[in-house]
């Protein structure tokens, strides 16, 4: 079955310091991906998604990810982190049946940034 | 524009009560979807519409219902609430269910049941 694993579950990052979160999927096919991030008290806001392609995505808020098959990844970066990022950040997969598609999430990443 | 709406925000319960979560969405999305979030086991899928008039379970819709009432409106009803369904419920939309398309969350209902 299609998972999703986010190996870090609370980061500390400096404000200004660079960010790396790591999501590895399990899926057979080519998966589709997602960043989805979550503010304090508010719901899931999309960050980026890849299909197909350019393995490097670009996002919103100056985020990133990069896709690789051989290592099951869908990493997500920022150069630069700002006191606003701090968030719950979450990987997803779809799993298809038919013609339906459905998103499983990974347990999430909570991001502290240190100023 | 309000984008996906959930009423109400914070809901306490007493075990066997019932009660329904609302939820509506203004762009004209197809699909809808209802997620529980709880602390280090992420979203996890209750129930969706893929289309107006039709109903599917996700991974986890053991004591739960739900009724699409139209194209904008997706109600999750819980019969009689246990502890366990403790959690924060978010409601979501995308223009159709195939996976690929962005999917558009309400900012959740906070459900405690003591």
């Given at each position: 079955a299609q998972s999703v694993t986010q190996p870090d579950i609370h980061i500390t990052v400096s404000e200004g310091a660079s960010l790396e979160l790591r999501c590895n999927y399990s899926y057979g096919a080519t998966p589709y991906l997602f960043w989805y991030v979550q503010s304090p008290g508010q719901g899931l806001q999309l960050l980026l998604k890849y299909?197909?392609?350019?393995?490097l995505v670009q996002g919103i808020k100056g985020f990133e990810a990069e896709f690789k098959r051989s290592q099951s990844s869908f990493n997500l970066r920022k150069p630069s982190v700002h006191w606003s990022d701090a968030a719950e950040y979450f990987c997803a997969v779809v799993t298809t049946s038919g013609n339906t598609g459905k998103l499983i999430f990974g347990q999430g990443t909570t991001l502290q940034v240190k100023p | 524009n309000a984008g996906v709406t959930q009423t109400p925000k914070f809901q306490v319960l007493k075990t066997g009560q019932s009660m329904t979560l609302q939820c509506a969405q203004d762009m004209n999305h197809n699909s809808m979807y209802w997620y529980r979030q709880d602390p280090g086991m992420g979203l996890r899928l209750i129930y969706y519409s893929a289309s107006e008039g039709t109903t599917d379970k996700g991974e986890v819709p053991n004591g739960y219902n739900v009724s699409r009432l139209n194209k904008r409106e997706f109600s999750l009803r819980l019969e009689s609430a246990a502890p366990s369904q403790t959690s924060v419920y978010f409601c979501a939309s995308s223009p159709q269910a195939t996976g690929h398309d962005t999917q558009y969350f309400g900012p959740g209902t906070r459900l405690t049941v003591l």
């Amino acid at each position: 079955a299609q998972s999703v694993t986010q190996p870090d579950i609370h980061i500390t990052v400096s404000e200004g310091a660079s960010l790396e979160l790591r999501c590895n999927y399990s899926y057979g096919a080519t998966p589709y991906l997602f960043w989805y991030v979550q503010s304090p008290g508010q719901g899931l806001q999309l960050l980026l998604k890849y299909f197909s392609g350019d393995t490097l995505v670009q996002g919103i808020k100056g985020f990133e990810a990069e896709f690789k098959r051989s290592q099951s990844s869908f990493n997500l970066r920022k150069p630069s982190v700002h006191w606003s990022d701090a968030a719950e950040y979450f990987c997803a997969v779809v799993t298809t049946s038919g013609n339906t598609g459905k998103l499983i999430f990974g347990q999430g990443t909570t991001l502290q940034v240190k100023p | 524009n309000a984008g996906v709406t959930q009423t109400p925000k914070f809901q306490v319960l007493k075990t066997g009560q019932s009660m329904t979560l609302q939820c509506a969405q203004d762009m004209n999305h197809n699909s809808m979807y209802w997620y529980r979030q709880d602390p280090g086991m992420g979203l996890r899928l209750i129930y969706y519409s893929a289309s107006e008039g039709t109903t599917d379970k996700g991974e986890v819709p053991n004591g739960y219902n739900v009724s699409r009432l139209n194209k904008r409106e997706f109600s999750l009803r819980l019969e009689s609430a246990a502890p366990s369904q403790t959690s924060v419920y978010f409601c979501a939309s995308s223009p159709q269910a195939t996976g690929h398309d962005t999917q558009y969350f309400g900012p959740g209902t906070r459900l405690t049941v003591l």
